[in-house]
C-alpha cells in the first residue's frame, strides 16, 4: 500500500500560480525562489493584472518566459478571484498552488503540497503562513474554521483557506466553478467561499499542512493592498466579501453572529482608538457594504462557466 501510494504522489503533476497586480522587485524573488524549488513544479504561471512594470521586472519576466521556466499570463480586467479561475483554466497540472506575490518559500514547499494528493480524500490543502516575525502559534485552538491560525504548528483539518497558501484539485476546482468573481477588490472570504463549496459537494475539511509553510511580507502597496488596506474608510471590497460570504455560506446564527461580529470588530480595535476621525467613516462603509453583500447575494455566482473570458469545463478536461 505504501508503494503505490508513493507511486501516486510521483506520478502527479503540479503547477505553482502567482496572481499579481503591481508589485515588481518582491515579484522577481517570488517567482526566483519558485523556479529555484527542488524538487520543482511542473508549471509556473505568473498571472499577471498589472498595466505595466518596471523595466528590471519586465527584462526578469521575459528572460523566464523565454527559458520557458514560468508562463507569463496577461489578465484583465483585474480580479483576484479571475485571476485564479484563469490558472486554473491555463494550467495543465493535476495540483494547482496558489501563492501571493510577496512572500518567502520554505525548502521543499512545492513537493511538501504535492504529497499531501497521496490520500484521494484530499481535495485542499491549507499550508502554513507566517508574519514577518516569523511567530508560531502551538497549542489549544479555538476555532477551526474562518479564524484558525494560520501560523498554528499542527497538522489537522480545518474549513477554511487563505489566499497566499493553499492548493486545489484542478479538476475537482473547475467542477465547482472556480472561485466566485462576486467577490472583488480585497477579495475577502474568496477563497474560503471555495472551501465552504467544497465541503458542502464532499463533506471534506480542508487539510491544513504546516510544513508548507511560507513567510508572508505583507508589502504596503500593490496587491490587494492596491485598493486600500483592511482599515480603511474608503475600502468597501473587504468588508462587501465578508459579509457577503455569510449570506451566501453561513446558516442563519452563524451568519447573524458573523455580521454582528464583523461590524464591532471594525471599530473596536486599535486603528480606530489611534484614529478617531475614521469611526464615522467605517461605520458608514460597514452599513453600505452590508446592503452591498445583500444585494450581491442575491445574484447567481460569478463562476468560470459564466464568466466571458473563460473556456467551458469540457474543453478544458480535453487538453488532460
Not at 136 to 150: C, D, T
Request: with cysteine; glycine share 6%; proline share 4%.
Amino acid at each position: 500500500m505504501a508503494e503505490s501510494k508513493a507511486a501516486f504522489e510521483d506520478t502527479m503533476t503540479v503547477c505553482v500560480t502567482i496572481p499579481t497586480y503591481q508589485r515588481e522587485g518582491v515579484l522577481v524573488e517570488t517567482i526566483r525562489q519558485v523556479v529555484a524549488q527542488d524538487p520543482p513544479a511542473d508549471e509556473v504561471l505568473v498571472i499577471d493584472q498589472s498595466a505595466d512594470h518596471e523595466r528590471s521586472t519586465l527584462v526578469a519576466l521575459k528572460a523566464w518566459q523565454e527559458e520557458g521556466k514560468i508562463r507569463w499570463i496577461k489578465h484583465s480586467p483585474p480580479n483576484l478571484p479571475g485571476a485564479r479561475n484563469r490558472a486554473l483554466i491555463e494550467a495543465q497540472s493535476d495540483i494547482v498552488i496558489f501563492i501571493d506575490d510577496d512572500v518567502v518559500l520554505t525548502p521543499g514547499f512545492v513537493d511538501v503540497h504535492r504529497r499531501c494528493y497521496g490520500d484521494s480524500q484530499v481535495y485542499l490543502v491549507a499550508g502554513q503562513v507566517l508574519n514577518k516575525d516569523r511567530q508560531v502559534h502551538s497549542g489549544a485552538v479555538q476555532n477551526y474554521e474562518l479564524r484558525f491560525p494560520r501560523n498554528h504548528d499542527e497538522r489537522t483539518w480545518i474549513k477554511a483557506i487563505w489566499g497566499g497558501n493553499h492548493s486545489v484539485r484542478r479538476r475537482f476546482a473547475l467542477e465547482l466553478g472556480g472561485f466566485d468573481e462576486r467577490y472583488f477588490g480585497g477579495a475577502s472570504r474568496e477563497e474560503s467561499d471555495l472551501a465552504a463549496r467544497a465541503f458542502e459537494r464532499t463533506g471534506r475539511m480542508v487539510l491544513f499542512e504546516p510544513s508548507a509553510s511560507l513567510v508572508h511580507l505583507a508589502e504596503s502597496t500593490g496587491g490587494c493592498r492596491a485598493w486600500g488596506g483592511y482599515f480603511h474608510p474608503l475600502a468597501a471590497g473587504w468588508a462587501v466579501g465578508d459579509y457577503y460570504f455569510a449570506l451566501r455560506n453561513l446558516r442563519f446564527q452563524s451568519m447573524a453572529r458573523h455580521i454582528v461580529r464583523r461590524f464591532l470588530r471594525s471599530v473596536l480595535n486599535r486603528y480606530c482608538l489611534h484614529h478617531p476621525w475614521a469611526v464615522l467613516p467605517i461605520v458608514v462603509r460597514e452599513a453600505v457594504s452590508l446592503v452591498w453583500g445583500i444585494v450581491v447575494s442575491a445574484r447567481s455566482r460569478k463562476l468560470i462557466s459564466l464568466t466571458m473570458h473563460s473556456r467551458s469545463i469540457e474543453e478544458v478536461a480535453k487538453r488532460q
